[in-house]
C-alpha cells in the first residue's frame, strides 16, 4: 500500500484520540500536524480591493499595480532562486527579479516571490490591510474609523 497523506482537524484531544485509535491501514498513512491560522475574512478581502480601487483611480494607476505594490509594501515574502535557464513567468503570481548569484559554479536568478492576498492567514491581512489604510491615509481617501474596523473584525 502506498503511503497516504491524511488531513485530521480538531483541538488536541479529537486529534490525539483519531491518533491513539489507528486501524492497521491507518498506520501506512502520513500525518502532519501544524498550526492553525484562521484565513482571511472576505470583508477584510472586499475593503482591501475597495482601498485598492480609491487608490488607483486617486493616483491615476491601474488596480493590478496598486495591488502588487501593496503586497510589496505590507505582505509576506521569500527571496527564491531559481536556475537562470527556467522562465519564472509561470511558477509564481506575484514576483520580481532580484539579481543573480552563483553556487557550485551553477547560476541562479533570485525571485522576490510574494504571498497573494487570497492565502494570508487574518494576521497577514489585518497587517496588509493596515498598511493600505495608511497609504489611503496618506493621500486623503477616507477611510473607516479604527472603532469600525475593529468591530467589523478588519483589524
Excluded at 24 to 43: A, V
Excluded at 55 to 84: C, T, W
Amino acid at each position: 500500500m502506498k503511503n497516504q497523506m491524511e488531513t485530521i482537524r480538531g483541538n488536541i484531544y479529537q486529534i490525539t484520540t483519531r491518533l491513539m485509535n489507528l486501524s492497521p491501514e491507518d498506520k501506512q498513512k502520513t500525518f502532519e500536524l501544524s498550526e492553525y491560522k484562521e484565513k482571511r475574512s472576505l470583508s477584510q478581502n472586499a475593503y482591501f480591493w475597495k482601498l485598492c480601487s480609491l487608490l488607483a483611480d486617486k493616483l491615476n494607476l491601474s488596480k493590478e499595480d496598486v495591488h502588487f505594490q501593496m503586497l510589496k509594501d505590507y505582505g509576506q515574502r521569500q527571496i527564491i532562486p531559481i536556475p537562470e535557464k527556467i522562465d519564472a513567468s509561470g511558477l509564481f503570481d506575484y514576483y520580481e527579479e532580484k539579481g543573480f548569484t552563483e553556487y557550485k559554479k551553477a547560476k541562479f536568478k533570485m525571485y522576490a516571490v510574494y504571498k497573494p492576498s487570497h492565502k494570508m492567514n487574518i494576521e497577514e491581512m489585518r497587517i496588509l490591510l493596515q498598511g493600505t489604510i495608511q497609504e489611503c491615509e496618506s493621500v486623503e481617501i477616507p477611510t473607516l474609523k479604527y472603532e469600525d474596523l475593529k468591530g467589523m473584525r478588519l483589524i
